[in-house]
T-cell receptor, first 114, second 113 residues
Framework: AQSVAQPEDQVNVAEGNPLTVKCTYS??????LFWYVQYPNRGLQFLLK??????LVKGSYGFEAEFNKSQTSFHLKKPSALVSDSALYFC????????????FGAGTILRVKS | DAGVTQSPTHLIKTRGQQVTLRCSPK?????VSWYQQALGQGPQFIFQ???????QRGNFPDRFSGHQFPNYSSELNVNALWLGDSALYLC????????????FGPGTRLTVL
């Protein structure tokens, strides 16, 4: 079965510093990977996805993610964090063995302090 | 261009009752997926509707059922509610059942007392 793991429950970073939110995956076949962000009492907002092609994927709001096949990782990054980036971040993989449902990680809380 | 919309925003029910949640997909989308997000957890896939049929189903009991209408909107029904059904229910829409991105609505917060 396809799965993703987010090893950190929470990441703390100072405003203006680079941020990384980690995600590792386990899939059979080619991975289709996604990052979503959730603000309090809101639904999930799509940030970016990796289907194929360049290992560095650029997304919304200055976020990017690096796909690393050898390390089975898909870490979310941003060069300079904003206080407004504080939210809950989910990594997800499409379960191609079971149609196209998304399998989510447990989520990582990002706190950016001014 | 309206995104995915869901109603109601919040709902309070008692054990044993039945509930219906509604979802309208993003314009141009024909596929609707439903997810349950319990407090402190990632969303869990319930089922997906395409061409008015349930195409895939997650590990949820038959108390959870759904429907898709000709205009692609969808309903999620839950019968015989119990406390563990309290969660945020998310609807996501996409174009087809392939690799297209799923876009989520704001969710319906269900509380079962």
């Amino acid at each position: 079965a396809q799965s993703v793991a987010q090893p950190e429950d929470q990441v703390n970073v100072a405003e203006g510093n680079p941020l990384t939110v980690k995600c590792t995956y386990s899939v059979s076949g080619n991975p289709y990977l996604f990052w979503y962000v959730q603000y309090p009492n809101r639904g999930l907002q799509f940030l970016l996805k990796y289907i194929t092609g360049d290992n560095l994927v650029k997304g919304s709001y200055g976020f990017e993610a690096e796909f690393n096949k050898s390390q089975t990782s898909f870490h979310l990054k941003k060069p300079s964090a904003l206080v407004s980036d504080s939210a809950l971040y989910f990594c997800a993989v499409r379960d191609m063995e079971y149609g196209n449902k998304l399998v989510f990680g447990a989520g990582t809380i990002l706190r950016v302090k001014s | 261009d309206a995104g995915v919309t869901q109603s109601p925003t919040h709902l309070i029910k008692t054990r044993g009752q039945q509930v219906t949640l509604r979802c309208s997909p993003k314009s141009g989308h024909d596929t609707v997926s439903w997810y349950q997000q319990a407090l402190g957890q990632g969303p869990q896939f319930i089922f997906q509707y395409y061409e008015e049929e349930e195409r895939q189903r997650g590990n949820f009991p038959d108390r959870f059922s759904g429907h898709q209408f000709p205009n692609y909107s969808s309903e999620l029904n839950v019968n015989a509610l119990w406390l563990g059904d309290s969660a945020l229910y998310l609807c996501a829409s996409s174009q087809g059942t392939g690799t297209d991105t799923q876009y989520f609505g704001p969710g319906t917060r269900l509380t079962v007392l």
